[in-house]
């Protein structure tokens, strides 16, 4: 049920192949990139890394920027969160454009993001730096909870493995609260077995809590699995080649027919058909 | 060849003491088959060292030594680490500095013993002002690098969370730059404890650094030379053991994942 | 308002494998969003160290004492030593004692320090006889070396030599305690001989490692020799300093020595690091 809002949001798919759809008006959207241009300039030569891309996202929607790597997905997003000034173009959350990161606005690195000299507890009180302290330990503990790292407290990252470590960013990152989330290939370091573990885990939290998630990944599965709608943007200089809508309702069945035929579409999208 | 072994215990032990001992009779037996009578033996050095504490000179003598140590080292820790946060963290000032440091650094600290002494006589000051000397340009370099070399991705972090710049500096970019900076504590001081007795050959008249030259210089007692130079040996291992100490603090220890 | 302002992308260097590319390095562009971002006025270095000599020289012109000379003075300084050839010489005399203390250290240090580094029980074994002698300075060994070899050049180069030693073998330990075991690995699955494995996989993995270590071991034998040839040698940069004060308190002339101690010095270290961007060698280096 969680998943019908969103697909309200977005426009309804005609076809029950792939196709790409249209964006949610810039009025109804959380967020807005219009037109966002990126060039850099490297040893005296201009290089294009993103080439007027629009996107919008609404309030609670999950979406997944697809592509392989170094195509600039990552680059977008920094632009997005506000690391990044855009060539040309420009982002509008809430309707006001973005001028530098926000705490409303969370980026989750890779695991190893989280800060090495603090523990578990002290990571995630990190932003919670104008709570009472009463109320600061008392989101620790209920964050803690969430993501499942009770009796880690007191430990430092270094003695957690990977996938602990990606929780506890998430977990950072969710205990001030933000709206929107972004994501850059948080799994990627992962092993594919915890990396699985992790995904059902996003979406435990997702659904909880229902911020609105920017996701980049280069995995296709990954995509599928997570999101409400992926973009799937073509290499460097990377255009939004097709946004597919994710109409399959969650839990989902990585088996079913529809799943099966979103993933080959992608796929012959990005030009990795399954010959014969 | 460098398949992995396992050591018994008594091995971490043996090999070291095998080692002194056959250095130790290495040398006793060079000096006897030599026949020379001013190079002392290993019983002449030790006879030394018993002379020293006798003569109550061993423990004054280390202890003004490593006083002068803690005057110039932790003067120039003091000013070197903040020094070092800003042009760290300001690129531009870097920039600006930085031919500057790079030009005076490979100045021996000994080259300003004239005008340390032209400014401040023959004394503890003089030693004071060159073990400052001799500090205060690696820490602040070491510093530097530690606060360039803090992942970028910490800094965003702290910004996405909206901490302001001074907090950024405290809360982010020190915490991450600091195994750095506790190495360029224990390089610094190593550095400081060769100082402190080349300038005692020169500019004073107690310290370990003097007893060496001054045992020669009055009475060719050269016992007495090598009983000073295994103490300042020793010593400086002391200072160095006690260093690496901070190392293991937790809160900096996740820097040092793969030593010893 | 749009306009397109460029922004400048990092220190990246695409030629290096991705996990070594921090990719969020991009945004150490001029145009990031950082407070301190802002503060890039781009002063040059010159006018920072002309304002230095400015305040150097409205002190010394100052000063009852006339302890500090001014910047024109020691200019000056550094102009009278040149014509007399008594500065080239003494950079000469200074240079060769280096070379020559150096160079044998580094020979005899760095297969010694590779065959120790490379058994573990060896490096057990010496580990603490090293760390008590390491914090031996150069100089406390004057004494001995004025008693076997007298003062003079053999004396400094002995002091030279033992300044370099034992970093230089330590460094040559490190290095061969690096070398990844895959690589020893992958060799003698090609069936290589051993003394091809030292050859042809050992020594090019140590290169870059050893290359630093000669490199900072080269400034300490800088510093060492200058301080060697104030107390015990009567030639040489370091006693041009001493000289100069003891005959006739030309502090001009000690403060010029000092500067062009510190440039020699500095060429030494840009001549060695040169050397690190060898193209064949530059694997071993991250981007600094």
């Not at chain 1, 109804?28 to 993103?50: D, H, W």
Request: proline share 6%; charged share 15%.
């Amino acid at each position: 049920m969680a998943q019908t809002v969103s697909t309200l949001a977005s426009t309804f798919v005609a076809t029950s192949k792939v196709a790409s759809v249209p964006q949610p008006k810039p009025l109804q959207a959380k967020l807005c990139a219009e037109g966002v241009t990126m060039i850099f300039k490297r040893n005296g030569s201009y290089v294009p890394v993103l080439e007027d891309v629009t996107l919008s996202a609404s309030e609670g929607e999950f979406v997944c920027l697809l592509g392989p790597s170094g195509c600039g997905k990552s680059t977008f997003l920094n632009i997005l969160a506000g690391f990044l000034v855009p060539t040309q173009g420009r982002v509008l959350i809430d309707g006001k454009a973005v001028r530098g990161p926000d705490p409303r606005r969370i980026f989750v690195f890779q695991e190893r993001g989280v800060f090495p000299w603090l523990t578990v507890s002290g990571n995630i009180g990190f932003g919670l730096f104008k709570c009472s302290k009463k109320e600061r330990t008392s989101r620790i503990a209920y964050y803690v909870d969430m993501v499942g790292l009770q009796g880690f407290e007191g430990a430092y990252p270094h003695e957690l493995s990977g996938g602990m470590k990606q929780r506890l960013e998430v977990a950072r990152a969710l205990a001030v609260n933000p709206d929107m989330l972004f994501l850059d290939e948080p799994f990627g370091a992962l092993d594919s077995i915890t990396r699985l573990t992790m995904r059902s885990e996003l979406l435990r939290i997702w659904e909880a809590e229902r911020k609105t998630i920017i996701f980049v990944t280069h995995d296709i599965e990954e995509a599928i699995q997570l999101a409400d709608r992926v973009v799937v943007m073509s290499t460097r200089p990377a255009r939004i080649q097709r946004i597919v809508n994710i109409d399959i309702i969650r839990p989902r069945d990585i088996s079913s027919r529809r799943y099966l035929e979103l993933r080959d579409g992608i796929l012959e999208e990005i030009g990795l058909a399954h010959k014969g | 060849m460098n398949a992995p072994l396992q050591f018994d215990r008594w091995e971490r032990y043996f090999w070291p003491l095998l080692a002194i001992n056959i250095t130790l009779a290495l040398w006793y037996f060079s000096v006897r088959w030599s026949g020379t009578e001013i190079f002392p033996s290993p019983l002449d050095v030790e006879r030394g060292m018993a002379e020293l504490v006798h003569r109550g000179l061993l423990w004054r003598y280390t202890l003004n030594s490593l006083s002068r140590v803690a005057f110039g080292y932790v003067s120039a820790v003091l000013i070197g680490i903040p020094a070092g946060l800003v042009l760290g963290w300001y690129p531009a000032a870097a920039d600006m500095v930085n031919p500057l440091i790079q030009v005076i650094r490979p100045v021996s600290p000994i080259a300003w013993i004239p005008v340390s002494i032209a400014w401040f006589g023959i004394g503890d000051t003089a030693a004071t002002f060159l073990i400052f000397l001799a500090s205060f340009f690696p820490i602040i370099v070491a510093t530097m690098n530690g606060v360039r070399n803090v992942p970028s991705m910490y800094r965003c972090a702290g910004r996405n969370f909206g901490l302001s710049p001074a907090n950024l500096i405290a809360k982010v970019v020190l915490p991450a730059a600091l195994p750095q900076i506790v190495v360029g504590l224990r390089i610094t001081l190593g550095i400081a404890w060769l100082v402190v007795v080349a300038a005692e050959m020169i500019a004073v008249d107690s310290g370990l650094g003097y007893l060496v030259i001054d045992s020669r210089n009055s009475g060719k007692r050269y016992d007495l030379v090598v009983a000073a130079m295994i103490l300042i040996g020793l010593t400086g291992l002391g200072l160095d053991i006690a260093i690496r100490r901070i190392e293991k603090l937790k809160s900096v220890r996740w820097g040092f994942r793969n030593e010893h | 308002m749009k306009h397109l302002a460029l922004a400048k992308p990092g220190l990246q260097d695409s030629s290096l494998p991705h996990s070594q590319r921090d990719p969020y390095r991009w945004s150490q562009i001029s145009e990031e969003r950082t407070p301190a971002a802002k503060f890039r006025l781009r002063p040059l270095p010159s006018a920072f160290i002309t304002v230095l000599l400015m305040m150097w020289h409205v002190a010394a012109t100052h000063q009852k004492l006339h302890l500090l000379p001014t910047p024109l003075a020691v200019a000056f300084g550094i102009v009278e030593l040149a014509p007399r050839g008594v500065l080239l010489k003494y950079t000469v005399a200074s240079l060769f004692r280096v070379t020559w203390g150096f160079t044998v250290a580094a020979v005899l240090a760095t297969p010694v320090g590779l065959a120790l580094g490379s058994h573990r029980r060896s490096e057990m074994a010496l580990n603490p006889l090293i760390q008590i002698l390491r914090p031996i300075s150069p100089l406390a060994w004057i004494p001995i070396s004025i008693l076997w070899f007298g003062v003079g050049d053999m004396s400094a180069i002995f002091l030279i030599f033992m300044a370099s030693f034992l970093p230089l073998t330590v460094t040559a330990m490190n290095a061969a305690a690096c070398i990844p075991s895959v690589h020893v690995s992958a060799a003698r699955n090609f069936g290589l001989s051993y003394w091809a494995l030292i050859y042809r996989v050992l020594l090019p993995s140590v290169v870059p490692q050893l290359i630093i270590g000669l490199r900072i071991t080269l400034g300490i034998a800088w510093l060492v020799v200058v301080a060697a040839e104030m107390i015990a040698v009567n030639s040489g940069l370091g006693f041009l300093i001493v000289d100069a004060r003891n005959a006739g308190n030309r502090y001009d002339l000690v403060i010029a020595g000092m500067a062009i101690i510190g440039i020699v010095g500095l060429l030494l270290d840009t001549a060695m690091r040169s050397l690190e961007k060898v193209k064949s060698l530059r694997w071993g280096y991250s981007e600094d």
